[in-house]
């Protein structure tokens, strides 16, 4: 069987189609990621919140990200799924012989070219345009994004319906953010270009994070173990205490805990 000249043009747009989606993907995590995160140019972030939806995105970054990382992977399967058949039919109009090891052959050749258009097109070039323009290229890409969310909705239910019943069988918790490492990294990312974030800060963001995966059990003090503030002290006596327990928040009091202001 010959490959015809139609084929090949319909399997290239299909390529086509989705190296563009995948990088509108890729293009609007990083410049949610950007936004949300930044330190510097908070103009931008309140630029970008005068569209209701690239503010919807930001105030649900969870489920936008949900759908971005479906998005994503549907995108890499599906080239290589198109890649597979146009290097078998490619194969064939040869006419050499078609064994075993030639189909082994049409299927390296095809994921390895997917696997270099994906981490070229697909990756790289829409997450360096994402970093250095986040609220064009979420004018762009929020659009696509809503519309599927919109279509892939029941089946992302569906998906989270069944890891949390896998977390569950191996005894994880299911409620934790399986994007918080994921996050982390892409925060320190973004300070990595020689903008480095004073220690003090980057302390603060490192604590805010972990924060996340904290109960109120891991926080609670022991009523004897509660340092507070003593207005009937001096002021130099409580900066000491302040200072030699090393808390960030004091209750304060009047003689006694039972005594709070």
Same mark, same amino acid.
């Given at each position: ?15 086509? !189609? ?19 995160? &930044? ?33 994503? &992977? ?19 109009? &040869? ?10 052959? !049409? ?21 360096? %345009? ?38 569950? #069988? ?9 994007? %918080? #490492? ?17 220690? /003090?800060?980057?302390?603060? /963001? ?12 891991? #926080? ?31 209750? %304060? ?9």
């Amino acid at each position: 069987m010959t490959i015809t000249l139609s084929e090949i043009l319909v399997t290239v747009l299909v390529v086509v !189609a989705l190296l563009t989606l995948n990088a509108l993907f890729v293009a609007t995590e990083f410049s949610l990621v950007k936004l949300r995160f &930044t330190r510097f140019k908070e103009d931008s972030l309140n630029r970008a919140r005068k569209s209701p939806m690239i503010a919807g995105m930001l105030d649900h970054m969870g489920a936008t990200l949900k759908v971005v990382r479906l998005g994503v &992977t549907t995108c890499t399967i599906g080239l290589g799924f198109v890649l597979v058949p146009l290097s078998l039919d490619l194969l064939r109009s &040869t006419g050499v012989a078609f064994g075993v090891w030639e189909v082994r052959g !049409a299927l390296v050749v095809s994921f390895a070219l997917a696997v270099a258009l994906h981490y070229i097109l697909g990756e790289l070039v829409p997450r360096a %345009l994402a970093l250095q323009f986040p609220v064009r290229t979420l004018r762009v890409t929020s659009w696509p994004v809503r519309i599927t969310r919109m279509f892939s909705g029941p089946f992302i239910n569906l998906l989270g319906w069944g890891s949390d019943l896998l977390l569950r #069988i191996f005894r994880l918790n299911s409620r934790l953010d399986l994007n %918080l #490492i994921d996050v982390e990294a892409q925060i320190r990312s973004l300070v990595s270009d020689g903008d480095e974030m004073p220690p /003090l800060a980057e302390k603060m /963001l490192h604590n805010v994070i972990d924060l996340r995966k904290r109960v109120a059990q891991d #926080i609670l003090l022991p009523r004897n173990q509660v340092q507070f503030l003593d207005l009937e002290d001096e002021v130099e006596t409580n900066i000491e205490l302040a200072r030699n327990t090393g808390h960030t928040r004091f209750p %304060l009091c009047e003689g006694d805990l039972d005594h709070c202001i």
